[in-house]
């Protein structure tokens, strides 16, 4: 495996610098008393859909709730679907704004994921929409249960790295990441309570 790992003082940050890509990742970047806090009004108060895709010529419906805000009037493909954002809540903002400075990036909005128990997941992909950019920096940011955060090389599936996403902590994205790599968060019977992901992103209009 091409994975050398560093450890650095800053906050605890570890970078990980993978064949192609480049993590970097802040265990602990909330406290736990402002995660738990922003893990339920998350969990409140956003207006969690369950969305649909299609495979194989049929409607499946996505294995968690997702929700997607930011700057108005643009629009992302994902799988196959069309979002439009809802506003930033204040909440969202103050947490853009405590990762930005972080990640050295600006982001335009923030897609939501509430996998509700172990059972909720996402499959293999990438994020390489065009509208991403070529090398997009994605901030993720993680409230609630631990859940496995698994990556694969597009080419060689043999390469693989993976990585527990803990309650409070934040994960950049960058480099050559998303043209190289996929990832996923597998279906666990190991867990039954929910998770919160939250990846900010910059959308090129
Ligand atoms: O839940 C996660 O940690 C991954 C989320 C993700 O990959 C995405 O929203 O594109
Ligand atoms: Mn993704």
Do not use: C
Request: hydrophobic content about 35%.
């Amino acid at each position: 495996m091409n994975v050398q790992g560093s450890f650095f003082d800053d906050r605890d940050a570890r970078e990980i610098s993978l064949l192609n890509g480049e993590l970097v990742y802040y265990p602990q970047f909330f406290n736990t008393v402002d995660s738990d806090d922003f893990m339920q009004k998350i969990t409140n108060t956003i207006d969690w859909k369950q969305e649909s895709m299609k495979m194989y010529g049929k409607s499946v419906l996505f294995p968690r709730l997702m929700a997607w805000h930011g700057d108005a009037t643009m629009s992302y493909r994902f799988s196959g679907n069309t979002f439009t954002p809802a506003d930033w809540t204040p909440l969202l903002l103050q947490i853009r704004d405590r990762i930005t400075p972080i990640s050295g990036h600006s982001y335009n909005s923030v897609l939501l994921n509430l996998y509700r128990n172990g059972n909720d997941a996402m499959g293999w992909h990438a994020d390489d929409e065009p509208e991403l950019g070529p090398q997009p920096v994605i901030a993720s940011v993680n409230f609630g249960a631990t859940r496995r955060f698994l990556l694969r090389y597009k080419s060689d599936h043999r390469q693989k790295y993976e990585l527990p996403l803990e309650h409070g902590s934040l994960l950049i994205m960058k480099g050559a990441l998303q043209q190289y790599w996929e990832h996923q968060v597998p279906k666990t019977t190991k867990v039954s309570t929910g998770r919160i992901n939250l990846t900010f992103r910059f959308i090129h209009p």
